[in-house]
């Protein structure tokens, strides 16, 4: 059986999952930078003779052919690019690039999609034809859209996505139907006053306080104009006013996110901070300018995509492997942005160690390896058999 082979190969290629992985993490690079990147996924290509593609500067896009007619086209999505963090972990195979660290394991879903393409090659008999899609810039939610406009959808039926995830047990992965990550944008205010000297504050307009004030009625929106039961998160993420203590300061801004399943909440917050940005400024003599931002819409899986990708780590691991119900992520990726144009599936990869209590995007995140030949033989399974509807 595929399912069988496709295991078992796994488990023999799963060391050199591991050595890509680690080769990666050594050399972090930042979205739309990621050219070493880039250069070593299109040489282990070339090493499996799977013919690829660039896709703008970083993107690449491979396609491994059907060798028997009647199935369809099946997109496996990586992405490539890092964080700008400082690594903490002392591991042998750190990041020997200052500032930049594979915070979020996108390393392991390069090695994981390599593994998976390195496994397909060795299958005889393929009806599908799997296109393996190494994507830039998800950090800063422009590379799928770039992806897109690049013609990497064209006559696809179906792309699948995976990501380690630490919220999920160990050995297992999540596969649930529907809603699994939030959609996104992000605002900034600026509020415009008048500075002077700080023992003189009735001759100002202090844009301190107002952007304090604003802070914290956004911060309440939630609590106060949505149901209870509505995922929603709606965060400050930075202020920025003032130089000196003894200066009042012309200006000052404030930035966050909101995360949303609901395009009406979404609408309703946007209408909220306006409104209280608005008020604020009227309150205290200043003016306010908000800037809306949209990083993606949500996640959603599409109900047969998921039962089939479940369908195959049944068989290939058992169904007590699979999760299929978990709570939904308040973060957001740009893969949403493949499932406005064809039906898409995004699992989770537990990947957390024994006593581990670092997450993602944390300089000291080290997640299990052993998760990763599995992570390649699922991707691997759904495009050997996937079928559309």
Request: charged residues 20%; aromatic residues 6%.
């Amino acid at each position: 059986m595929n399912e069988t082979m496709i295991r078992q190969l796994a488990e023999q290629y799963g060391e050199d999952i591991v050595a890509l992985r680690r080769q990666l993490h050594r050399c972090p690079e930042l979205g739309r930078e990621e050219h070493q990147t880039a250069a070593f996924i299109r040489a282990e290509l070339d090493k499996l003779g799977i013919p690829w593609r660039a896709v703008g500067a970083t993107g690449t896009l491979a396609t491994l052919e059907a060798t028997k007619e009647g199935g369809s086209t099946v997109v496996l999505r990586s992405d490539i690019d890092a964080l700008p963090v400082e690594e903490e972990t002392g591991l042998d195979f750190a990041s020997q690039i200052p500032d930049m660290m594979h915070a979020c394991g996108h390393d392991c879903h390069i090695a994981m999609l390599l593994g998976a393409a390195k496994i397909l090659v060795a299958v005889p008999e393929r009806v599908n034809t799997v296109r393996f899609l190494f994507q830039p810039a998800e950090e800063c939610g422009a590379g799928a859209l770039d992806m897109i406009e690049g013609g990497v959808l064209d006559g696809a039926d179906t792309v699948y996505g995976a990501h380690i995830w630490p919220d999920v047990p160990r050995g297992k992965i999540a596969i649930p139907d529907g809603p699994v990550m939030a959609g996104g944008d992000s605002f900034v205010i600026r509020v415009t006053g008048l500075g002077g000297h700080g023992s003189q504050p009735e001759r100002c307009k202090n844009p301190i306080p107002v952007v304090t004030a604003i802070t914290d009625q956004i911060h309440q929106i939630k609590a106060l104009c949505v149901r209870g039961d509505e995922p929603l998160a709606v965060t400050v993420g930075y202020i920025q006013c003032g130089t000196a203590k003894n200066v009042i300061p012309d200006s000052g801004e404030l930035g966050g996110t909101i995360r949303w399943f609901s395009r009406e909440t979404r609408e309703l917050v946007m209408h909220k901070i306006c409104t209280i940005a608005e008020n604020c400024a009227a309150l205290y003599g200043v003016e306010a300018e908000v800037t809306f931002s949209p990083i993606s819409g949500s996640v959603n899986n599409h109900a047969d995509c998921a039962r089939q990708a479940r369908e195959a780590l049944s068989a290939l691991y058992g169904e007590e492997k699979v999760i299929s119900h978990i709570p939904v992520s308040m973060s957001s990726e740009d893969f949403a942005f493949y499932g406005e144009h064809v039906p898409t599936v995004f699992a989770w990869i537990g990947c957390l160690k024994d006593g581990a209590a670092y997450g993602l995007h944390n300089p000291h995140f080290d997640p299990d390896e052993s998760v990763l030949p599995a992570g390649s033989a699922l991707h691997a399974c759904y495009g050997l058999n996937f079928r559309k509807a």
